[in-house]
DNA sequence: CCTTGACTTAGAGTGCACTCGAAGAGTTAC
DNA sequence: GTAACTCTTCGAGTGCACTCTAAGTCAAGG
């Protein structure tokens, strides 16, 4: 019924159709059904399957470990043990790119503050410009 | 003085020798002055530049970018309205990437928590476990 | 009937940021 | 003095995740 052609199943989850393709070349997708004309036809199940990469993908996951992930999670419950274990380990990692954009941010928050501030130093008194040479450091 | 040869400063700043010749090269670094065996030496200031860098760098600034970043900031103070709507951009985007990694760690932590609920599950009740199937969706 | 356009495939190409290799020179250890 | 080591430069190679091309098929429109 509600099955999609490639070019609005890309359309929908902000994907390039080449890399609809390219994530059910390399597995990490069920091989999607075809049509009488040999067309893909993405149901809302497999766009639920494309979401769940996504954000797989987000965590920072590189597409050699999704693989393995995927294939866990097809292979059955028994392997759950194992995909927390994968998690886990994402969870750490992303936790950690987390504290460093923190990091990031401050930064350029203090940067544009300080260049702010030169300006409108420069603004308020176009004189007295000359003096000000001293870089933020941090 | 407290000059560092390129190992001592790729250890110290955490990053490859190679990266530090390739910053050089790409006129990310002022070309930094060799002793008299033409080798590297690394002032604290280099040190800091490197650091400046690797900020930029994390902030999901792209080696392009910062070249011309760079340029900026060595053309003077002329240059800092400018730099200041270069960093703007970078903050609005490291925001997004933020607010998606709080999405994603989300998601982790859905992922875990069910699947540990699983996993209990089965400890509990190891006959009962059949009748599990129903993936978390999210 | 013929063109247009979207799809199919396998495989090649791209862009990024390193990362490494080869060739050569100078210092240090025995 | 010669072997081992580390540095130098330049240019080539790597890994990742797409991204695109070429050649072919099919359906609809004029």
């Known amino acids: 019924m509600t099955e999609l052609t490639i ?3 890309a359309e929908r989850m ?3 159709k080449h890399t609809l393709r390219y994530y ?3 597995g990490l997708l069920p091989e999607i059904a075809k049509g009488a004309n ?3 036809r ?3 199940e497999d766009l639920g399957w494309v979401k769940f990469l996504q954000l797989l993908r987000g965590t920072g996951m590189p597409i050699r470990e999704m693989k393995h992930f995927v294939s866990l999670t097809w292979a059955g419950d028994h392997t759950i043990a194992e995909r927390v274990e994968v998690l886990e380990r994402y969870r ?3 936790a950690a790119r987390m504290e460093a954009d923190r990091e990031h941010m401050q ?3 203090h940067k544009i503050d300080y260049y702010s501030g030169v300006l409108e130093l420069e603004n308020a008194t176009p004189d007295a410009v000359a003096g000000e040479r001293a870089e933020a450091r941090l």
Chains 1, 2 share one sequence.
């Open 24 to 26: 059910e070349r390399e």
């Open 42 to 44: 993405y149901t809302e």
């Open 7 to 9: 070019d609005q199943a």
């Open 14 to 16: 902000g994907i390039s």
């Open 38 to 40: 040999g067309h893909r």
């Open 92 to 94: 750490v990692a992303l």
């Open 107 to 109: 930064f350029l928050n």
